[in-house]
């Protein structure tokens, strides 16, 4: 076997921010980066590498802040109603727009609402006024010399408008610290290649390069490297003299192909490989010819995180910033979570109000399920010290949204369908400030989310095997003392999905006993599974005659998925799935889905928007296009209690 590289005693996350900073600063890699002159009106969002003091006045001449009339205050003195006071234009008064200079011998405006015009060009007033009435006197907004923003300012628009105003063309800024992104790996393609068995597609670098955008820095995507060695040294040679920091993506871990870490020694100084922290532990951090070189771990999220924690600091230290915090709440953590003592791990966590506080909801932990960082509101960090969180402890949550975007998110738990991606999409269309999200764990499990307060609605299709009727037994089963609505989403087609032109002659579920036949099952608590098994006691059969009755999927995709792939000859699920994957359907009975909505949500205005897309023709037309689906029942309300 090849030698492979171990690294053992991972340090945690502040000592191994505190050795790898303390090296970055001795070896002056943090110093903020230089200046460049940049036109104002292109300087949105830079940073001021030096204060801007105002080279003019603004005003710079004494100006009308009102239409009206130019006057001498002293020629209105005494006016009155009992006696007017005549001016006479050319003499004593001038015309004036808003922003016009004052005429010479000027200190007031008169309003034009107040000036009675006579013949003869003259006017009359009723009231005095006072010198520099209506007038912006030099300066009144930016005195010369004046501070108009400091030094290490990021610029807003309003400061651009000022800059300009106080006489500047261009201004002086931090030069955006050039990072370059090298990914690494033989299996990676471009996006939009056909894919192969083990072909991944390159799509870390678009993260690593938008984060660096974000944090003010300027990405220089390089092209992707085999893991060959070599090849990776002369990249990182080459990055290193175009860029301010380097980020080797990938690479970062055990393997016999993991390259970074050696290639750093090689190269330059290996400050520390390996932290304490789940995901991202085999973060690389070392210096080559005094810059950062930070070697980000492959998976997604692991990519994620090492840049939240060591590259984001770095940036902002080069442009001479503060490491700007997250938003932090109390939220109470809807389930247990087991974790490992000795690791710091960053949990991706749903977040809802509910029942007027903040329920946390942990998302999938999984370092390369990136779309748990998509759908996370925030995280929670368990500390080394912890084995875990209870369920209804409270936790402190690091918001990746604002509190409002929160109090305007529904969470939707429960059986998977494809509508509630759809409905998602349309209430995002005409609501933009309303998200729907939702958690798929089965339809009982979206029961137990309600029973929890863990989530708003709950997606259920659940057969009574002794009524024949859906959903109504169970919600009065579980949840006896609370008053439940219940709105139909649609009624859907059930079947068995088989592989294309249904090689092996699938015609129902008596099938599933053949010995030439492996099944895919749903989860327990499933209305899928429930439905399944009341089938099976209807025609008589024992689940052990089913081969692969014990292997369970979480949703219709994933058992589509399974008979795609080949793992399993026939699933049961829905149409919509079915046809996602390209498989054929045997019809075996049509089913209600529900959404159980608890009374005092019902009555929100949150709730009423969603009922409103519910009941919309649109939203049933693209239902009903999916196929498999019936829509005379959507949106209306099956029964309460
Ligand atoms: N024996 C051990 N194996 C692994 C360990 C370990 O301690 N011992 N650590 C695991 C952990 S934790 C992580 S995190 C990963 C880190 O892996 P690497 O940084 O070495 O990266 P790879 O193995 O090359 O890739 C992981 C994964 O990510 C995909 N990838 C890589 N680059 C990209 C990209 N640019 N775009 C999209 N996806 C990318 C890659 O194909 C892999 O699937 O190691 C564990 N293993
Ligand atoms: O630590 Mo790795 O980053 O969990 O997947």
Redesign the pocket.
Known sequence: MQEREIYLDNPPLGEALGKYFKELEEAGALKPTGAEVVDVREALGRITSEPVFARISSPHYNAAAMDGIAVSAKDTFGASEKNPVRLKEGVNFWPVDTGDPLPPGCDAVIMIEEVHPLEGGEVEIVSPCAPWDNVRSIGEDVAATELIVPENHRLRPQDLSAVIAAGHETVKVRKKPKVAVI???S??VDPGTPLKPGD??????AMLAGLVEEWGGKAIVME?VKDDFKLIMQRVQKAVELADVVLI???????T??Y?SNCIKALGKLSVHGVAI?????VVLGLIEGKPVI?I????V?AYLAMELFVKPVLYKMQGLPVPGREKIKARLSRRVVSSIGTLEFLRVKVGRLGGEYVASPLSRG??VIMSVVRADGMVRIPETKEGIEAGEYVEVELLKSQEEIENSVLIIGSHDVSIDILANEIKRFYPEITLSSAHVGSMGGIMALMRGEAHLAGIHLLDPDTGEYNVSYIKKYLPNRRIFLVNLAYRQQGLMVKKGNPKGVKGIEDLMREDITFINRQKGAGTRILLDLKLKELGIDPVQIKGYGKEEYTHLAVAATVAGGGADVGLGIMAAAKAFDLDFIPVAPERYDIAIPEEFYHTDLMQKILEIMRSDEFKKKIESLGGYDTSMTGELIGGD
Not at 278 to 282: I, T, Y
Not at 297 to 300: C, D, F, L, V
Request: charged letters at 20%; hydrophobic letters at 15%.
């Open positions: 990914p690494t790996g299996e990676l991944i597609i390159e799509s870390n670098s992707k993506n990938a690479g970062s871990s055990a393997g192909e993991d970074t789940r995901p991202g532990k085999p070697g771990p492959g998976y997604p692991s370092a390369g």
